[in-house]
């Protein structure tokens, strides 16, 4: 079966912009977590979506946000670009929010 | 705070010897952890989890051990081959619903 597809793949924005990530999780695949991985500060929890629901949310500021789909999809977005928000944003599909994690292979962000 | 970290940024073991990867967790109420394999360019791959009522789990060449006693994680991979070198990260799970990563060991595999 297909895995966690995630678009794009890369993307280069400028600071002050705004951009939307999307992801698709696996098929039955109910829950879509994000998160975002940087060399300094490694993976960090962004927010969880369940049934078009936010069940949690991690601890980062208000221009990062995200909605779920009918269909399960996801889509992040981040407002206001800062240099800081490079990075590797992962997302992760699992039919239970406790087992069964499976990762997509990430948005490379980079803001200049 | 919460925390889950790793005691070696980097580990270089040559080819056909064992792997031990270690992590340490904060949480007592840690309940399931999970060890992820990240290569470059791609997303975390699952390697193998371990559930808090287990002291060892075992999978293909790799075995997850859990010491409650002193919260920590460690993971086992047997006869290390090139194509296992990666960064190596464990991520806990308390009934909620994030994973709360370690900060990864880079494993080096040379010849």
């Known amino acids: 079966k297909a895995g966690v597809t995630q678009t794009p793949r890369y993307l280069i924005k400028t600071r002050g912009q705004q951009v939307t990530l999307s992801c698709s999780p696996i098929s039955g695949h109910r829950s879509v977590s994000w998160y975002q991985q940087t060399p300094g500060q490694g993976l960090q929890f962004l927010f969880e979506y369940f049934s078009e629901t936010q069940r949690n949310k991690g601890n980062f500021p208000g221009r990062f946000s995200g909605r779920q789909f009918s269909n399960s999809r996801s889509e992040m977005n981040v407002s206001t670009l800062e240099l800081g928000d490079s990075a590797l944003y992962l997302c992760?599909?699992?039919?239970?929010?406790?087992?069964?994690?499976?990762f997509g292979s990430g948005t490379r962000l980079t803001v200049v | 705070g919460e925390s889950v970290g790793l005691h070696l940024p980097t580990l270089s073991v040559q080819e056909g010897d064992n792997s031990i990867i270690n992590c340490a967790y904060s949480?007592?109420?840690?309940?399931?952890f999970i060890w992820y394999k990240q290569e470059s360019g791609k997303g975390p791959q699952f390697i193998i989890d371990?559930?808090?009522?287990?002291d060892k789990r075992q999978g293909q060449r790799v075995t997850v051990l859990l010491n409650k006693t002193v919260k920590h994680l460690s993971l086992q991979i047997a006869a290390t081959q090139p194509g296992d070198s990666a960064v190596y990260f464990c991520?806990?799970?308390?009934?909620?619903?994030?994973?709360?990563f370690g900060t990864g060991t880079r494993l080096q595999v040379f010849p």
């Open positions: 992760a599909s699992t039919v239970d929010n406790r087992y069964g994690y499976t």
């Open positions: 371990i559930r808090s009522n287990m």
């Open positions: 991520a806990e799970n308390r009934n909620t619903d994030k994973l709360i």
């Open positions: 949480n007592s109420a840690s309940d399931y």
